[in-house]
């Protein structure tokens, strides 16, 4: 674009959304261009911040016309560089335009504008005697928008489902402006093709999200945590299968490999060690309850874990008996501290649940062959079916982790897993979509996309 089409198109989006709602030069703070735990990279060409879906509509209609590429943005906590701009593009933040519209305590509905956090929507629900399904480490500063457009998974998964589950009504703005989709509220409503479903997940690239209705949950009365230790996996497997059958309000089960707990365990100050790191496998299993009664919950999570032990499914099993010792399982389970591993990539994928572990030894022995130093770490939601893998070398290779990505994402691949299980594909993994999708699967995305936007102006260069 020429810089008279530039200072053209900035001069009415200036005008059409105000001083507050259009932003360019020097004004831009860093955090519009800054990914998660990164360094800040190039500043966009403006950065702006509509107020109401009027201005959405208008802002998109504008940039439409002019042909510039538009790169909606939430709370900027994903993980796969979907939501930074290029130098030539504007970002649109969401962030003004937020709060709660509207709480149905009959439907069991919440109404609520894309640029709110996901915390403040947490409060609020609760308030009036409800639960949100979605929860993330991120809730303090991730946009409901954010988690739309990306189908967040996060920590309540395997109880409520992710993102996409809990939604029933969705608005969106389309590339040229036109607004689209409806608060429906209603759990059965088969009239055509669900249109919600194509914008949620698809990381900005086919509308912005503006408004949706989230289904609300019972309030939860108290959560029950236990950490224990498994001796094989086939055994961790008939856990997952007792668990869901006797334990119906199971909210996570997360197992760790004994090279995370080793390495966490030896690098967190001041963290309580329940065991010693020469096990072969620890489970952790939280149960969130609607019974306010929480010494029946307890007892019946007790009785479960007594009868593992004699099927010799568990060996040792710890039962939080505070806040803080549940709070200090989790803090083990999050292992913060694998951070500090150098030049540390990070893995978000999926796998069958009965083939993890293999997966597991054979990714580890081929790191291991390919660069004898390496430092492998795993582990993971896997009730979801979701592993997280820490790779850390002394020294990466010259072609920095993309030859790391490239030796996992292929054994991914191998075992029938997908290589982006809760972040998305944003930039990060675009040469890695192929891997997990089919050819006529990417051939019939590019017709959605050139269908929805023509000129390619959301978020270019990333997904496809
Ligand atoms: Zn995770």
Redesign the pocket.
């Known amino acids: 674009m020429s810089t008279t089409d530039t200072a053209a198109l900035l001069d009415a989006l200036r005008q059409r959304l105000g001083p507050e709602g259009c932003v360019a030069g020097a004004d831009i703070g860093p955090r519009y261009f800054t990914a998660y735990n990164e360094a800040p990279v190039c500043r966009p060409l403006a950065v702006l911040r509509p107020a109401s879906i009027d201005d959405v509509s208008c802002a998109l209609a504008l940039c439409h016309r002019f042909g510039v590429g538009v790169v909606p943005q939430g709370g900027m906590t994903g993980l796969a560089g979907g939501a930074l701009a290029g130098a030539d593009e504007v970002v649109l933040a969401l962030e003004r335009f937020n709060g709660i519209e509207e709480i149905d305590a009959a439907a069991g509905t919440v109404t609520v504008r894309a640029g709110t956090v996901l915390q403040t929507l947490q409060q609020a629900v609760r308030e009036v005697g409800f639960e949100l399904g979605l929860d993330l ?1 991120a809730r303090g500063s991730c946009q409901i928008g954010g988690n739309l457009a990306t189908n967040a ?1 996060g920590n309540r998964a395997i109880r409520f489902g992710v993102a996409r589950d809990q939604v029933l009504g969705l608005e969106a703005v389309l590339a040229d402006g036109t607004v689209v989709g409806g608060l429906n509220k209603m759990l059965k409503n088969n009239a055509g093709y669900d249109l919600k479903q194509m914008f949620i997940g698809s990381e900005g690239t086919l509308g912005v999200i503006t408004r949706a209705v989230l289904r609300l949950q019972p309030k939860l009365h108290s959560t029950h945590t236990c950490l224990c230790t498994v001796p094989d996996y086939a055994p961790v497997i008939e856990l997952w299968r007792r668990t869901r059958a006797s334990l119906s309000d199971v909210s996570s089960f997360e197992l760790m490999w004994p090279d995370f707990y080793r390495y966490v365990t030896a690098h967190t100050p001041g963290l309580e060690i329940p065991f010693a790191a020469d096990e072969v496998f620890y489970l952790l299993i939280e149960c969130a309850t609607t019974n306010p009664d929480a010494e029946v919950c307890a007892a019946r999570f007790e009785a479960c874990l007594g009868e593992w032990f004699e099927a010799g499914l568990i060996g040792d099993a710890v039962l939080a008996g505070s806040t803080r010792q549940a709070e200090s399982l989790w803090r083990l389970r999050e292992g913060l501290a694998i951070d500090a591993l150098p030049n540390l990539i990070n893995y ?1 994928v999926s796998l069958p649940i009965g083939g993890i572990d293999g997966f597991v030894q054979q990714c580890r022995a081929t790191l291991a062959g390919r660069w004898p130093a390496v430092q492998s770490v795993f582990f ?2 896997i009730g979801d079916s ?1 592993l ?1 893998i820490g790779v850390s070398l002394a020294e990466l290779p010259p072609s920095g982790g993309h030859e790391v990505d490239a030796l996992v994402y292929a054994l991914v691949r191998e075992a029938g897993g997908s290589v982006s ?2 972040h998305g594909i944003g930039r990060a993994k675009r040469d890695f979509l192929d891997y997990t999708r089919s050819p006529a699967e990417i051939d019939l995305m590019r017709t959605l996309k050139s269908a929805l936007d023509p000129r390619g102006i959301l978020n270019p260069g990333k997904l496809l």
């Open positions: 480490g998974g978000d993971g939601h979701n997280h299980a809760e």
